[in-house]
């Protein structure tokens, strides 16, 4: 067991460092981050350029620059932004914790539900309620998480106009200042909270109960829940330790292989409801042709995906013996 | 089976059989049939309509801000633009993006999954790293930031189709290298080397197109995704840039206008949603239609029965078990046609036949457990009580107490996530709360079954364990409540010679002290020949000849009974067996 | 004894296990131990041992789907243990594979007649259409079949089609791998009744493998029992029926049932297994660690 953690692990930063190698080479050679400074009308002077290159690190051999760079990131350093008054380490903390709030509280909520949904549609299939969760499931999927979140951005402020008061929020995280006390800030959080934490939640619901749905029919249909019943045991033990306990294996895979997914639509939400989170951040970067700055959001990403796995592979384990003892 | 038959003239070419096959069962699934065809009736619309519309999608009329008219059925923009003809555009261009991506994403993952299943090994481990580099890309962060880097007004579509093809490929690749990691070891596969073929002949002739319909399902699937994704990128701003168009961009461009002119933002957001509806719809039809499941077993389901068969035989039944008349049908084909069969108190009868003699149904109906495809009639008594309708929990008062059952695969009866001591804590519930010495009991049990050293095992997995040792295990679970009836089915199929030996002893020990009846069911009869009282001999859902063992094998009357003892292939050995055994004996 | 069509001499695999078992003290597996057998022409040779005994790795080995570790495997009297060259060539023709499983040993994407077609094809020879129709001829299939897929036929019929693209490039050796444990008893007893047809018509050799002791004896001249990976015994199927030497050729002679009650009945009961025993291991692997 100490082993194949150690061995999951020494291959989690295998995949960790090449990554990184694959996303500096990616950025560094996919543009020039001075092009605006070079295009700019009247032209700056040839030495302002060479300053900024120098800055930067555009001046050295690609595999110096990535090395100074890894050499930077061990000392907590995320490397130069292209804005000079920028310190990209010090911003990514303040946006983590805001991205982290939303993608978590969907995680949990879109998986318990989707445990929930999915077993019981697997238990009961081509009947009630798996008769009407299944086209619901289909129908989700095919909702574009973008147009669900202006919609229900839109829908948020009828209601709100409607009712007269501000029951959700659509803008931003949390008001601006934040409310005093902690039950006020947590109800101000939970208000701004509902609307993008639904969009992800109806998304990766839809995904994951799909998965359950399948890998509880497939393990009701084995031949050892076959054998418990045979023995005569009650059904409740039977779906607990003979049904469900099996069928947990596939979805841990498959929510830690959906999680770039996740950040993706955490992007998407972020911008919709103007969260100042990791998506604001990398959109912002994107535009400002901030090279190490993408590049630090990317290896955040690539981290997260990384200690998902992980995390996933540990708890496969402990679900399955057969993992555990490494047959 | 099949039944189509492929004109004999015709020159052979290629596998297209099993195309039309799969065609046929698709028409049968109707939500697949309508999800293609909304796809192809959009694709036409995006095809045809533009042609013939008098507006082009950048075309800028003087009709600035108009609200809908019989001109512009979905109003102009503050440029003059018809929004009719630029949702087309967007169409049009998000489905060509989409179908580009999926090809790309497709050749890349086929072409990487067909050589990393087939050449396992450190081939394999790299292109697995690849897919595992790949996935902790997110696809919209590194699209986004190259899109935003091609010079000149944004990307072309060729060029965003191709980043997320680049990106898109590994579900593809991880299906086909499951495929394929099966299909390789597959003899077909071995006989086309033996043969001489080459690598790349083999992967080509012979894997590619045998993981063609899962191709077309992942496709299927991929071009919804691919359709999501560059809506969303292009709502984002870094997919398709304006004056091009695209669906994800007419909803951003409307997400202002959601209350003032609400169509703008709903109609194409809603043209994505039917586009992937349809699309998963048909790709779910597809791969019922390529992979048919027949309806997946579920025993804590009880099986329809036939209504007229609802009244018992009003005689006093026989022995422990008493059938009579029973009758499966699977839709319109009957594969048990009224079968009588009977077992006294602590009688052995076995039950014998090939393949297709319905000799397993036969067994499911008598424990209750019918596929749920099937109906099943007549009438089942066990110790003068009718079987037959019991509900679930009716059935719990004889299931593991009174009847207990042996299956045919110790591999797959066991659960695999616990250990052997709570699989028969689980068992020994039944009979109220666990005594303080269930662990003595268990190891009783399993000594009983001739395991040596039985306390080591208890805190095992069933992984862990021999086939036959897992078997034996199976044998003393079901011997927990000392049962009256046990039924055995095929109980050593999956094993060798010398472990079936080893099972059927034990087998015959453990029912010999308990004083059980036991039906036993197998397709091979000299196997039964030292353990049976009575053998029924059962050919196409018929009991033919049913009576003691020593009739059977010496005056046997049916002719299809002569012609089983007649062709098993040990005969020859008898007189060796014999000696061998009796060596055997003086050794021990 | 008239000069052997295939000889193997010595063959030994040892199988590297993941690095995970070596660290936890598993040594190299020895599939195959030297084991050294003759196929005369026009005879059959039957192996036979239980799962893991090393028959499939013998079968996979002199087949060249496995590399063997050490030792030669000799055809028409020329080495082809790599299969390289003329030698390879020429074996590739002169030696042919019957499967266990007919339903996954055919293509399920070719009709009968590519089926038929293939080994031609592969190896670049002329194959007449008349051929197919022949080959279908000797193997009892009708003509119409031809046109069909392997998925239209019952297994007994499906392994007749293997049988017949076995011979369809006219091999000297038919290698069987389990080729009735897959069917039913009727069908085995009419296949073995084909292959044994066929070997008086043409002359050809077959090596049988097989985990049935039974089914090898009915067709083979000569038997050899496999165990642990070494060739425990070997001689006419007559005398090793009738005089087992080694003691697990007895045990497995005795754990094949029989259908006699008398004889079943008073067979005493297996309880433990009846060989290896506590002081009479097979012999460790003499060929020793070799990687």
Known sequence: MAWMILRRMLSAVGVLLLASIVIFVVIAVSGDPLADL??????????????????????????????????????????????????????????????????????????????????????????????????????????????????????????????????FAT???????????????????????????????????????????????????????????????????????YVVRPALVPIITVVALDLPVLLSGAVITETVFQWRGMGGFLLESINLRDGNAVLAWLLIAAFAVVVFNLIADLLYAIVDPRVRYGN | MATDTVPTDEPATGGNGRGRVILRRFRRHKLGVAGLAVLVLLALVAVVVPLVWPYGHGEITPDLSQPPSAAHPMGTDTLGRDLFAQTLRGLQQSLLIATTVTVVACLIGVTLGVIAGYFGRFVDAAVMRLVDLTLTLPTIAIAAFLGSVVPTGGVNWLALSLVLGVLMWTPVSRLVRGIVLSLRSLPFVDAARVMGAG???????????????????????????????????????????????????????????????????????????VIVLAVNYAGEGLRDAANPKAALANPLRTARRRRDADTPPDDTPRGVLDVRGLTVDFGDQRVVKGVDLHIDDGEVLALVGES??????????????????????????????????????????????????????????????????????????????????????????????????????LDSYPHQLSGGMRQRIAIALAMVHDPDLIIADEPTTALDVTVQAQVMSTLALARERTGAAMLFITHDLSLVAGIADQVAVMRAGEVVEHADVDTVFYRPRHEYTRSLLALAPSLALAPASRSAAADIEEDS | MSEPLLRTVDLVKHYRPPRRARRGGHEVVHALCGVSVQVAPGRTLGIVGESGSGKTTLLRTLLGLERATAGTVEFAGRDVTAMRGDAGRMFRADVSVVFQDPYTSLDPRMTVSDLLSQPARIQRRRFPASRVSELLDQVRLPRVSAGKFPHEFSGGQRQRIAIARALALEPRLIVLDEPVSALDVSVQAEIVTLLRELQEQRDVSYLFVAHDLAVVADLSHEVGVMYGGQMVEHGATSRVLSEPAHPYTRALLAAVPVPDPRIERAKPPFLRPLWPTEDDRPEPCPHGNLL
């Open chain 1, 38 to 167: 070079r295009d700019r009308q009247p032209p700056v002077p040839p030495s302002v350029i060479q300053a900024e290159e120098q800055r930067l690190g555009l001046d050295l051999p690609l595999h110096e620059r990535y090395l100074n760079w890894v050499g930077g990131l061990f000392q907590g350093d995320l490397g130069p932004s292209t804005i000079a008054t920028r310190d990209i380490g010090a911003e990514l903390t303040d946006r983590i914790g805001v991205t982290l709030r939303l993608v978590v509280v969907a995680v949990v909520i879109a998986l318990i539900l989707a445990l929930i949904a999915g077993t019981v549609s697997g238990l009961r299939q081509r009947r009630f309620p798996d008769l009407v969760l299944t086209p619901m499931t289909f129908v989700m999927l095919a909702l574009p998480s973008f147009w669900m979140a202006v919609l229900f951005k839109q829908w948020g402020i009828y209601f709100n106009e409607q009712v007269g008061a501000s029951v």
């Open chain 1, 171 to 241: 803008v931003g995280a949390n008001s601006v200042p934040p409310p005093q006390g902690f039950v006020p800030f947590l109800l101000d959080s939970a208000a701004h909270l509902v609307l993008p934490t639904l969009v992800l939640i109806l998304v990766h619901f839809a995904a994951w109960s799909r998965y359950q749905r399948t890998a509880i029919a497939e393990s009701l249909a084995g031949d050892h829940v076959r054998f418990a019943v045979l023995k005569g045991l009650s059904r409740g033990r039977v779906v607990r330790s």
């Open chain 2, 199 to 273: 690598n790349l002949q083999i992967m080509t002739r012979h894997l590619i197109p045998n993981v063609a319909d899962h191709i077309i399902v992942a496709a299927t699937l991929l071009f919804g995704t691919a359709i999501l994704a560059e809506s969303g990128l292009s709502f984002l701003g870094f997919g398709v840039q304006p004056p091009d168009t695209s669906l994800g961009l007419l909803v951003s461009n409307a997400q202002s206008a959601v209350l003032t002119r609400p169509w703008l933002f709903y109609f194409p957001g809603l043209l994505i949603v």
């Open chain 2, 356 to 457: 297709g003699s319905g000799k397993s149904v036969t067994a499911l109906s008598v424990v209750g457990l019918l596929p749920p495809d099937a109906v099943g009639g007549g009438s089942v008594r066990f110790d003068g009580r009718e079987l037959t309708g019991l509900n679930f929990s009716q059935w719990r008062e004889y299931r593991g107490r009174r009847i207990a059952v042996i299956l045919q695969d110790p591999s797959t009866t066991l659960n695999p996530v616990l250990t052997i001591a709570t699989q028969f804590k689980d068992s020994m519930r039944l009979a109220g709360p666990l005594p303080a010495d269930h662990r003595d009991r268990i190891v009783a049990l399993l000594d009983g079954v001739a395991i040596k050293d039985p306390a080591r095992l």
